[in-house]
Structure formats: C-alpha cells, structure tokens
C-alpha cells in the first residue's frame, strides 16, 4: 500500500480507453478507487477539488494532455504544483496493447511503480546560478557574425574567428560587437555563467583596432595578409613591410603564439569545417558542426533565455567516508573522473572533488563508482529499487510461473521519444514491457542490469540514444560484456540483456526501427531464469550503508542458489573496479600494511585470538575489492599484486586465505606477540645496521624475542646495569 494519500484520476480519452477504475485499483493496491474522468484535460477544477476534498497529499494525473493543461483547473482546485505527477498511461498501456484486461494490468503496474519510486523521493536544496550577459561565438561560418550581430543588441558578445577559415577573406567583419579575434579555442572548460574557453592565436592583427583601410593587403609580398584582414602565419616571413603601412600603431605585429583565457557566461560554438572544442556539452554551451544547418533567431534566443538566475537540481551527494579515492599519500580509485564528460570531478589531494554545480546529472560516475560513494539524488537508489521491485511483484491473483517481465531502462531523449512514439502509434509491444526512465544510459550499471535479474526479470534492455549527447559510453560497452558473460556463466543466455540504440533523426523510421527491434527482443524472451524476488525479501538499499556493489553480491548469490553452477572467471582484464589481489606467501610478514588502507574491507588481519584460525591470517574477498591498487602501493615487501577481472563462485563471496603464520612466543612470558615472517623481517634488517651497535650485545640478544611489556622492563634493566642506549 501507499504510503501517502494518492488521489489518482483517469482519463478515458472520451471514452476511447477500456479502462476498469475499480480493476486498476485492486491490481495496484491502492487505498481509494480512481477517479475516472470522461476528459481530464477539459473537466476543470471539480475533480480535482473532490480529490483535495478526500485528503490527498498527491494527485496522480493519467492523462495524454500536455502537462501545462491542466495549470488553471489545479489552481483554482487549491492544489499546489509540487502535489501532482503526470502518467500517460495511454501511450504507456493501453494503445502499447491488444485487450483491455492487458491494459489494466500494465496500467496497474504503471501507476503503483510511479507511486513507489516517488514515495522514495528526498528532497534536495537546488544550486543558484547567475548567468552573466556575456557570450563567445567562436566560429568559421559566415551564420557566426550575424548571430553576433544579433545578440549584440541585449549582450556582451566576443567573437572568435577560426584561424583557418577562410570564408571571411572576401568579407570585411564590422565592428557591432565587443571584440573579434583570429585563433582556435582547444578546450571549454567550466559551466552555465562560468565558462573558460582555452585560445590560441597567431593573429597578428588586432580587429578591434583595426581600421579597415587595407593598406596592409597590397605591400604583403608574401600574400600572407588577406583581403578579410586574415593573417596566414605559416606564409609570414616577418619583413615588417605592413607594420610601415599601418595607419594605426600597434594594430599589427609580428605573429606569435599567444595562449590565453577567455572567461564567458555562454559559449557557442557555430563550426563547419573545424574541430570542435573538447569539453562536455554543458548547458549554457550551444554546438553547432558540420553541415547541420543552424536557425541563427532561434539559436539567439536559446541564448537570451538562459541570462538571469536561475536555479537548478544538485544532481549528485558525495560521501567521501566510503571513497576509494585514496587515503595518505596513495591514489586511489578515480574511475569516476574518467566517466565525468564535464569536468566536474577532480583530486583534491588523493580525494576526490565534486563540483555540484559543474554536473549535468548524466550520472556516469554513479554506475562507475564502485563504493557507491557518489550516488544520484533524484532517481536516487532507492527509488530505482522501490521501481523496480513494484514492477516485477505479481499483480493479485497473477501466476508467477511463465512470467516474461522485461525491464527496458531508456533515457528521457531518445529513449523516452521512440516508447511515446510507439503509443502514439499503436504499436503493440505486450504486457511484458516494463519501463524504468533514468537520466541516461550512462547511469545503467552492471548492478542495476543484475539486480533486475534477481527480482525476477526474463530479460533486460537498455533503449536510448546512439550518439549520446553525454559523450563516450565505453564503460558501458564493458558493463553490458560483463553482465553478458555472467548471464551466459550461469546459461540463463547473453540474449536476455539487449542495448537498442535510436539514431539521430527527425523522422520517424528510426524510431520506428528502434521500436521493431525492442518488440523482437521481447518477443523472442522465455521465462525468467529466476523466481521473483521482488516481494519476501531485504532490500539492500535499505540500508544507508548498502550500495550498488551489494546489489551484484546478491544477485550473484542468488544465481549460484538456483542453479548449484560456479562458473568462476567470467570476465579477465577489464576497466571495471573488479580484481583478485595475489600475495607472494614466501615473502609476506603479515604486517598489514594492506589491510590498513583498503577502503572497502576486502582484505583483513585475523589473528589467533580471534577464534577463527589458529595463526595470523591475511584474508581476501573478491567482490568486495573494488580494484584501487592501494594495497599494492602500500606493501612495503611489494609482494602484493591485483589482477583485474571478475569471478562469480562461492568463493567469490567470501573471505579466502591469502598467506598465513605462527605466531612466536615471548621467551620471557610466553605470550604470543608477533608472527614468525615479520620476526624475522626485523631481525633481518635491525640486526645488520651498523648504527645499532651494541643494542643487542650480552643480556640484550634476545630483546627482540620478547613482547613489548618484557622488552621494556628487560631494557630499563639493563640501563640499571650500567648500559647506556
């Protein structure tokens, strides 16, 4: 049941949906029968107002109507904007499908899913951000100067002029703007109001002191000068003939490189021919390339809209306690900071640094963290687990044998625009179909993907954009391999998880394609390899602690269960925070040195004392190590190694033997106090230092062998002998 009071009104599109009030709410476990409206969109308030009136805390709105059309009946209603949720289960449900009982029940399983995941919600304060009125165009299109020109008007606008291009030779820039340069920008770094554009000129010729009257051109015996005012350095042979000509002092000089920062609240990078600077696609960063055709009006008013202050989501929470980042003077994990296509995560130190306001939310650092130390506040972990449970439990009176759920992940462009497309169109995907919106296919990790199987998942796809607008997606390339090959490992089949890319287009085929491709790979699934575990069991995000790597620990735990299969090494060198740490026996001292800086607790110590062993024990879990190499660095025998890769046993699952010794007796009390390795480690090396001298003569020989208590009576003994240290 709900947590909250949910008022949830149904729109039966004029009566074209075959839907059961009552049927949807006996399937979705809800407190109070749907409200059913023959029009959502144009009954007004009082529906709304009869909801209010029950006690609601949230109005769930089924309807197809675009969300801004129902803004004056809920306020007239009394209901605030933060109280109501938009579901199309029309195009979600019942035109996806062909009977009406099919429609009631994935529109039951909708609506409870949308409720769970945001009865899981926590609210986050949203960053403030003021966007300056400053804008670099960097540009090789003629489009460039007159979107300049435009933005001129409202705006402080530098232009910078792709050192190559040559489309501006026959065309004199004019001067209605701030300031015009020649040069490449290499990188854009920064966010929304606080861009930094990283610019390299050879332009010799300053275009803002210039004064256009070209009696440079003609004295340049070299043609390195062009009629535009362009100077081609690589042609420049610095006879100094122009600078004679220059009416203005100083708006030439010899050529040279010149690197510097240009700071802007936006940029726009309007290119043909040029490269694109590196940097991720912030808001606020408009890129225009190749021969896509650009709308200079609507490109300048994207522009405009975006000055002000504004406030937006804080997308990550950061807790660097269970970091693997790093700890003292050893770097740590940092795989987060290679999935960030936004700089928005750095090191500070050997920890890492989050800039809240850099991060777009793609939320690639969160599938990528293996501690779960970054992780995502709306859909947050919990959410997606609540989602995802509500979806895979059984609907009241539902035979869970046979069951062919589907979990489909899809981002909220591509992904989300070929699901709306396929409703609209009334192409029939099934009942089976169960759809998880998240910010990006980025953020699908291998635990999601494993933990969806183990709640009784036949199959899972991933549906979202070929080119994604986030960048490269080879960390997922590698998740899916290895999610592959440990559904393969158990022979439930590779087949069952499925990546669905929609191209980049305007019309319609390729969604059409991507829709076709979906439909085949769920009809094509068998039952799920695994009862649900959806209802009757922990879930591992209850704990604050928990995180994603907990989520791969039970899954594979329960893999093994049902089918009684070890398949061990599944994947063998990988970018992914799996490994197997190996410890050279004959040269380990059991010093702990290892233990001591493993974030996550794969290694420990566990002495004789402990009732576990009858030695001192250096143990090892292999899916707890996340693969950060301290270990390594730390072991001052540089006996300890990882070898990157994941197994799925049992052994996999616990804490294994990695070297172990006796312990040595104090020969003056007999209590243990050392181990035989590191006993002799220090006997190795104290005992042939000369600046020692005689700290071990006579009766101190043996001060070594004693426990520290005995060592130190025995040693101010021997100072009450007459000895001096």
């Known amino acids: 049941m709900p947590k909250d009071r949910w008022a949830v009104h149904l729109c039966s599109c004029n009566g074209a949906l075959p ?20 029009n959502l969109a144009r009954g007004g308030p009082a529906g709304f107002m009869k909801g209010a009136e029950l006690g609601a805390d949230f109005h769930l709105l089924c309807c197809c109507s675009p969300e801004a059309s129902f803004s004056s009946a ?9 109280q109501v949720v938009h579901l199309d289960i029309k195009g979600g449900a019942f035109w996806r499908l062909e009977t009406p009982e099919e429609g009631n029940r994935l529109a039951a399983r909708l609506i409870r899913s949308k409720i769970a995941r945001l009865e899981e919600r926590r609210g986050a304060s949203p960053i403030s951000l003021a966007v300056s009125s400053t804008v670099l165009i960097y540009t090789d299109r003629p489009e460039g100067l007159r979107l300049a020109d435009r933005l001129s008007e409202r705006m402080t606008v530098c232009v910078v002029i792709h050192e190559d291009a040559a489309g501006f030779d026959e065309l004199a820039p004019t001067r209605g703007r701030e300031s015009l340069i020649r040069g490449k920008i290499g990188r854009i770094a920064g966010r929304l109001g606080d861009f930094r554009a990283a610019l390299r000129t050879r332009q010799a010729i300053d275009l803002d002191a210039c004064t256009r009257c070209g009696r440079c051109v003609p004295v340049c015996h070299t043609q390195a000068i062009t009629q535009g005012l362009r100077l081609i350095a690589a042609k420049c042979d610095e006879c ?20 510097r920062e240009l700071p802007a609240g936006q940029v726009v990078a309007l290119l043909s021919e040029a490269a694109a600077p590196k940097g991720g696609l912030h808001t606020g960063y408009h890129l225009v390339s190749g021969d896509e055709p650009v709308d200079v009006d609507a490109l300048a008013y994207r522009v405009s809209a975006l000055v002000g202050e504004f406030a937006r989501p804080a997308y990550v929470s950061y807790d660097e306690k269970v970091c693997a980042g790093g700890t003292g003077d050893i770097e740590g994990c940092g795989i987060c900071i290679g999935e960030c296509p936004y700089d928005a995560l750095s090191r500070e130190g050997n920890r890492i640094r989050v800039e809240e306001a850099t991060c777009e939310g793609c939320g690639g650092c969160i599938a990528a963290c293996p501690t779960s130390a970054l992780r995502f506040r709306e859909p947050s972990l919990e959410q997606i687990d609540a989602e995802l449970r509500t979806l895979l439990s059984a609907l009241p009176g539902e035979a869970a044998e046979g069951r062919r759920p589907a979990v489909v992940f899809h981002c909220g462009e591509k992904g989300a625009e070929a699901l709306r497309v396929a409703g609209e169109n009334r192409w029939p995907l099934g009942e089976n179909i169960l759809p998880v919106e998240v910010p990006c296919l980025r953020f699908v990790s291998e635990a999601l993907i ?35 090959g440990t559904l393969d490992a158990f022979g439930f089949g590779a087949d069952r998880l499925s990546l669905i890319q929609v191209e980049a287009s305007e019309g319609s ?5 991507a829709v076709g491709d979906l439909g085949a790979f769920l009809e094509r699934l068998g039952p799920a390899p695994l009862p649900s575990a959806a209802e009757g069991t922990a879930s591992p995000a209850a704990s604050d ?20 299969e070890e398949p061990g090494r599944v994947v063998e060198e990988t970018s992914l925070p799996y490994a197997q740490v190996r410890v050279r026996k004959e040269g380990c001292t059991l010093c702990g040195g290892c233990v001591f800086v493993c974030p996550t607790h794969a290694l420990r110590m566990e002495d004789p004392d402990s009732a576990v062993t009858d030695a001192k024990t250096l143990r090892f879990n292999h899916l707890k ?101």
């Open 19 to 38: 839907l059961s009030g009552k049927e949807i709410a006996r399937l979705a476990g809800l407190d109070a029968e749907p409200l059913v409206h023959k």
């Open 74 to 82: 809920l306020a007239e209603a009394g209901v605030e904007e933060e």
């Open 240 to 259: 100094g003939d122009c600078l004679k000509e220059c009416l203005e002092v100083g708006a030439i000089r010899i050529p040279r490189n010149e690197d």
């Open 450 to 484: 494993l933990h969806s199987f183990h709640l009784g998942a036949a199959g899972v796809a991933l549906l979202g954009c070929a080119d994604c607008p986030n960048g490269d997606r080879s960390l997922l390339d590698e998740r899916l391999a290895l999610c592959r």
């Open 509 to 513: 085929y390729y969604l059409a394609s």
């Open 545 to 564: 602690e928990a995180g994603y790597r907990e989520w791969v620990v039970e899954a594979v735990r329960a893999f093994i269960g049902a089918t009684g």
């Open 625 to 725: 190590c996340v693969a950060c190499g301290q270990c390594e660095a730390a072991c001052p025998e540089k006996v300890v190694t990882i070898e990157r890769g994941l197994a799925v046993s049992r052994a996999a699952l616990s804490y294994e033997e990695m070297a172990r010794d006796e312990m040595v007796r104090c020969i003056s009390c007999g209590k243990e106090y050392i181990n035989k390795m590191a006993l002799d480690a220090i006997l190795g090396k104290l005992l042939g230092l000369e600046k020692i001298g005689d700290t071990f003569d006579g009766g101190r020989k043996n001060l070594l062998r004693m426990c520290p208590d005995c060592r130190g009576a025995h040693a101010v003994q021997e100072v009450e002998r007459g000895w001096e240290p």
